[in-house]
């Protein structure tokens, strides 16, 4: 029962960790545009984790492109993306920088 416990307490803490690294601007982003419907950070759901973006590397420019007119070949093994044509380039840089420094986190 113990063993229960501790470790509930650690999934909830980590859960919490995970949640606090999104930072304000980001998670408006993320909640004006409904990206946590299919993205989360650690997981992969109805589309790639935000870790698995992360590793890909793209520039701001190149994810504005990708946001805007999705490549369902860059991600054969999910669902393809609706385009989010209505993104502005400052909301695009936002995301971007912060998969940046999630690759470091």
Known sequence: MRILIICTLLFGMR????????????????????????????????GPSW???????YSPKKMAKLIREPK????????????ITHISDAEVRVVADWLGRLQKI
């Open 15 to 46: 859960f919490t960790t995970l949640a606090q690294s999104v930072p304000a601007p980001v998670k408006a982003v993320f909640d004006k545009y409904s990206c946590g419907s299919c993205h989360v950070l650690d997981k992969r759901m109805v």
């Open 51 to 57: 870790r698995e973006l992360s590793a890909k590397k």
């Open 72 to 83: 369902p070949e860059n991600w054969p093994n999910f669902p393809p993306m609706a385009p």
